[in-house]
């Protein structure tokens, strides 16, 4: 096996390990958004359904949000174990050590989060499906499924990462992450449909990297016979695509990964 992909391999199961001897954090991780998922249906669930389009129920409009949320705050959360890491000196460790590249740090812990939040999601999708919330996007809705959930994962994951690397203490971190959480989340078609909003708020809401992962996400699980080029999204600038919203997080997955190397890079060094 080549070398780098050995490192994170070893590198990834470290973390593995971790959170087979803290499981509380793999169930609080799904609690919270289940707590979101029922108590948003009770208060909201007479609320008017003829925007809601594609579902009649408001549990099943939020669970694509509700989705969105665990991949978001898992990723957000990524950076704070580099940070514990790097005040109790094992980080030091890790970069005096041999390695063929010091970016399988970033890689292991990345490829974590993915696969954790992945369980996560699926553990979601197999509840709500009981409770009346379908999947009908097909195979192909999967492999959007995946991607969309990869995307914002790794959007946010390179964002905490290089905040882990830029600040000094875990505190400062949790205290950036207790800030733009829920604003980012509320800021976005998660809970409400754009229609429901102010005209100064939609701007914010539009523009969102959480709505650029919740609408695609919620074409193909309502919509057996979705299509990418249908509009999903009517931002300040232009109508959105399925496609053209998984564009726009691509985009900004690359400038956030540019950014990231050089805040990263400098600390590897």
């Not at 709500?128 to 379908?134: I, L, P, Q, R």
């Not at 309502?222 to 990418?228: A, I, L, N, T, V």
Request: one cysteine or more.
């Amino acid at each position: 096996m080549n070398a780098y992909l050995m490192e994170i391999k070893a590198l990834s199961w470290r973390w593995f390990l971790h959170s087979k001897r803290r499981p509380i954090v793999l169930l609080a991780g799904l609690f919270q958004p289940f707590i979101w998922l029922v108590l948003f249906s009770a208060v909201f669930k007479n609320s008017p359904m003829r925007t809601l389009v594609g579902t009649d129920s408001y549990l099943a409009f939020i669970t694509p949000g509700a989705l969105v949320f665990t991949a978001f705050t898992g990723a957000l959360n990524g950076g704070v174990p580099i940070l514990f890491d790097r005040e109790l000196g094992f980080l030091d460790r890790l970069l005096a050590a041999p390695l063929k590249s010091r970016f399988s740090i970033i890689w292991a812990t990345g490829f974590h989060i993915f696969v954790m939040t992945l369980l996560q999601c699926v553990v979601i999708v197999l509840v709500t499906s009981v409770m009346g919330v379908k999947f009908n996007g097909g195979l192909a809705g999967i492999g959007v499924f995946i991607l969309v959930l990869a995307l914002i994962t790794m959007l946010f994951t390179t964002l905490s990462l290089a905040l882990s690397f830029a600040l000094r203490y875990h505190f400062e971190l949790l205290s950036i992450i207790m800030i733009i959480s829920l604003p980012l989340m509320f800021m976005s078609t998660a809970f409400a449909p754009l229609e429901y909003m102010p005209g100064w708020l939609t701007w914010f809401v539009s523009l969102n990297p959480i709505t650029m992962a919740v609408e695609p996400l919620r074409a193909v699980f309502f919509d057996g016979s979705w299509q990418g080029s249908k509009n999903l999204l009517a931002t300040p600038v232009a109508n959105l695509s399925m496609w053209g919203c998984l564009a726009v997080l691509v985009v900004m997955n690359l400038i956030m990964t540019a950014l990231a190397k050089v805040v990263i890079g400098k600390k590897l060094a």
